[in-house]
């Protein structure tokens, strides 16, 4: 992992459970570039990802909108569908509301330590 500086943007390497809707078990393998605007309350990312699912890569994206100090939307497409999230950002718990595939909701919780 590199962290985002004024001249770079983040990178990032890993694996996760393939996307949302995929079979138990499908792994997806990443690089992810993040940057965030330096005077506008935005950032954004992109993904190369390999997916065991599609057995191919596929290119997730994304952007966030800052509303407020502690509140985002994040417009996303994971390579296959779109999503949208509201997010909550506290100091050391967070919560997003989803829009799966703008089809369903969704609630995920996250935490820092």
Known sequence: ML???EKRPALFL???SDRIGAPAGDQSYFATVAKRHP???ISAYATLNYSEWDDGFNVPFGVEFDIGERFSIRPMYDG???HLMLNFHGRRLGASLLWVWLERVG???STRF
């Open 107 to 109: 609630v995920a919780f």
């Open 39 to 41: 005077r506008l309350p």
């Open 3 to 5: 962290t985002e500086n």
């Open 14 to 16: 890993g694996t996760s």
């Open 80 to 82: 296959d569908r779109s």
